[in-house]
């Protein structure tokens, strides 16, 4: 008889929603951003362990999350911040401003797959104005598959508008919890090869050092210390969420 991923939940740390091998809320490093963002991400999103918009609400906490469900629809006033100009980021929509004020923007970025995510721009049509800008490169979200060129995670199409906007800072510092956030997922599938190619280009190996080693034991003694350390977690209850079942497919984009 098959396993039931639903009786027997694999835990998961309630933090970053990483299995607890791989948690890596030790390199979470939150952070302040002076453009608004919301993500609206459909409810089959909800549960996915490697869903980058709950990587955007854990590494900036003043975003603010909805979840779309057809069978209850959000009212504008649900979304939409007094005093704001709202985008909504697509790639059916109309070139970035060129003047454009981070403090004056609110940014509400579609979290789903590509069916998903037009079901989703459908419902907030006329709540704003509708922004794309050209997204080049490769994605450096590993965790699902890409199916066509110059397509991206939620988290990276947000990356994409804190470069345009000339946020640095903001981006270097959310494009490290991505790296971070992918690494963890590839690590808990074992494949060596693909870790270290992603690893090979990443700004992990200089800024995570430390945690990278931690994440990496090689040594008996290493192993010992980070069997030791989950067992302090447990003891902790900081991991007590399980896994939830389903296949992941994130919200990809293609360039606008």
């Not at 956030?181 to 808990?188: D, E, I, P, Q």
């Not at 992603?198 to 050092?209: H, I, K, Q, V, W």
């Amino acid at each position: 008889m098959a396993r039931s991923v639903v009786r027997n939940p694999t835990p998961r740390c309630a933090r970053c929603q990483h299995l607890p091998r791989w948690c890596i809320c030790e390199g979470l490093r939150t952070l302040e951003c002076p453009l608004a963002v919301d993500v609206l991400m459909h409810s089959r999103e909800v549960w996915r362990p490697s869903s980058t918009g709950h990587l955007i609400k854990r590494v900036i906490p003043e975003s603010r999350l909805h979840v779309y469900d057809q069978g209850a629809p959000l009212e504008r006033e649900q979304i939409v911040r007094p005093g704001k100009t709202l985008w909504v980021l697509h790639p059916l929509g109309e070139p970035m401003p060129a003047d454009a004020v981070p403090d004056d923007l609110q940014l509400l970025l579609l979290d789903g797959s590509w069916g998903e995510a037009a079901d989703m721009k459908k419902a907030v049509e006329g709540w704003g104005q509708r922004v794309s800008l050209p997204m080049t490169g490769k994605s450096r979200y590993w965790l699902r598959a890409q199916q066509e060129a110059g397509q991206f995670s939620t988290v990276e199409a947000l990356l994409f508008v804190l470069a345009a906007l000339g946020l640095k800072a903001e981006h270097d510092a959310l494009r490290l919890q991505l790296e971070l956030h992918v690494f963890a997922g590839l690590s808990t599938r074992g494949n060596k090869t693909m870790i270290a190619d992603y690893l090979a280009d990443s700004p992990l190996r200089e800024a995570m050092p430390e945690l990278l080693r931690k994440m990496q034991p090689q040594s008996p003694l290493e192993k010992r210390a980070m069997q030791e350390r989950l067992e302090a977690r447990r003891a902790a209850g900081l991991d007590v969420e399980p896994a939830r079942s389903g296949v992941a497919t994130d919200g990809r984009r293609p360039q606008g």
